[in-house]
């Protein structure tokens, strides 16, 4: 009987897919999202969040009042990459629920729930150190649930 595929042919087109699936994945990792410097938004957005805003990452734009830092811009870069994980949408559900659960636990105490969110406490701990973003592993916010606080309010001040 005549085959039409080879062994050699399968597995070579499975290794080409996943090729192409780990290729698309790498590349995920080096994205970024829009910066928009000297913007309104982190003012206006102030007027109701329990903490000073200076720069904040939703979807693929990041708003800052004024010039980004580059620790403002990996610390942005981490929430872009935690909301890439999580469709975007999870990420803001999520995210608003752990302020949610940090407010009761912290006793009303809005400014503690949003520094000990583990998408914050996981931007703070690590927007400091250049290489982090090529070496995070993916879901790495998922440790900072259990992790203990990295001191991070006293580490730098008011970001999103
Ligand atoms: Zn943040």
């Known amino acids: 009987m005549k085959t039409f595929f080879t062994v050699e042919m399968v597995v070579g087109f499975i290794e080409s897919g996943f090729g192409f699936i780990k290729e698309k994945y790498l590349m995920m990792k080096k994205l970024k999202p829009l910066f928009i410097e000297n913007s309104r938004v982190p003012v206006w957005l102030s007027k109701v969040a329990p903490i000073e805003i200076y720069a904040l990452s939703f979807g693929v734009f990041v708003w800052c009042r004024f010039l980004l830092s580059p620790t403002t ?3 942005e870069t981490i929430h872009f990459q935690q909301q890439l994980e999580l469709a ?3 990420q803001w559900i999520l995210y608003v629920l ?4 940090g407010f009761v636990i912290y006793r009303g105490d809005g400014r503690k729930a949003y520094y000990e969110s583990p998408f914050e406490r996981e931007a703070y701990a690590n927007d400091h150190d250049k290489e982090y973003l090529e070496n995070r592993p993916r879901y790495n916010w998922v440790r900072y649930i259990i992790k203990g ?5 006293e580490k730098t001040k008011t970001k999103d």
């Open 73 to 75: 811009k990996r610390h």
């Open 88 to 90: 975007f949408v999870g």
């Open 98 to 101: 752990f302020w949610l659960v």
């Open 149 to 153: 606080s990295q001191n991070a309010e």
